[in-house]
């Protein structure tokens, strides 16, 4: 079974508006973590933004937050003032519970290709 | 510069070759993750070293295999290639119980022809 999803291959926004980027998890886990990264197409994966499971209020990051709520299992993305340098493939990603010490992988989720117009 | 170094950036080769991928962790970071991003497959992983012990096994083919040495570097190794393993490899490291923060190499972008 999926456990990240993202149901969005492309979205357009106009530049200055806001959009959100959807992604949906499943876990039993109680302790896990959610990230998103940016993906250009020079192809490097940037760090975005994290939200913990524990975690009582919502991460923001500049023009980044994440909308994260527990008992639906989202954790959307929220860019402020889209800029045309937000162009980019968009991943949602989680990490379960730690074992044996170590912080566990990452799954992700399939990404949405954002596209700024001017 | 993230940190995590990877070579070679770029590598083409022929099918049924062997290639070997480096990546150098960001200093002070215990694990390293490899993944694979392909068109049709997405972001997988690959498998997880930390400490230069097998933490942790994904998708990874029989054909390929990896190794933590001492000094923390990396390398995955590639053999009997195909077309299908084409695909753009990542690695990255974290630190071992870090909250956060899992830094990506730029990734090296294999080719077979």
């Known amino acids: 079974a999926q456990k990240i999803t993202q149901t969005q291959p492309g979205m357009f926004v106009q530049e200055k508006e806001a959009v959100t980027l959807d992604c949906t998890y499943d876990?039993?886990?109680?302790?896990?973590?959610l990230f998103w990264y940016k993906q250009p197409s020079s192809g490097e994966m940037i760090f975005l933004i994290y939200q913990g499971s524990y975690d009582e209020q919502n991460a923001t990051e500049g023009r980044y937050s994440l909308n994260f709520q527990k008992a639906r299992k989202s954790a959307n993305l929220v860019i402020s003032a889209s800029q045309l340098g937000d162009s980019a493939m968009y991943f949602c990603?989680?990490?379960?519970?730690?074992?044996?010490?170590?912080?566990?992988?990452?799954?992700f989720g399939s990404g949405t290709q954002l596209t700024v117009l001017p | 510069d993230s940190g995590v170094t990877q070579t070679p950036k770029h590598l083409i080769t022929a099918t049924g070759q062997r290639v070997t991928l480096r990546c150098s962790p960001r200093s002070g970071d215990l694990s390293v993750y490899w993944y694979q991003q392909s068109l049709d497959q997405g972001l997988q992983f690959l498998i997880q070293y930390y400490n230069g012990e097998e933490r942790a096994k994904g998708n990874i083919l029989e054909r390929f295999s990896a190794q933590q040495f001492p000094d923390l570097h990396s390398e995955l190794n590639l053999s009997s290639l195909e077309l299908g393993d084409s695909a753009l490899y990542f690695c990255?490291?974290?630190?071992?119980?870090?909250?956060?923060?899992?830094?990506f190499g730029s990734g090296t972008r294999l080719t077979v022809v």
């Open positions: 876990t039993s886990d109680q302790s896990y973590g």
């Open positions: 990603a989680m990490r379960e519970a730690f074992s044996s010490g170590s912080a566990r992988q990452l799954t």
């Open positions: 990255a490291s974290s630190v071992g119980t870090g909250v956060h923060g899992y830094t």
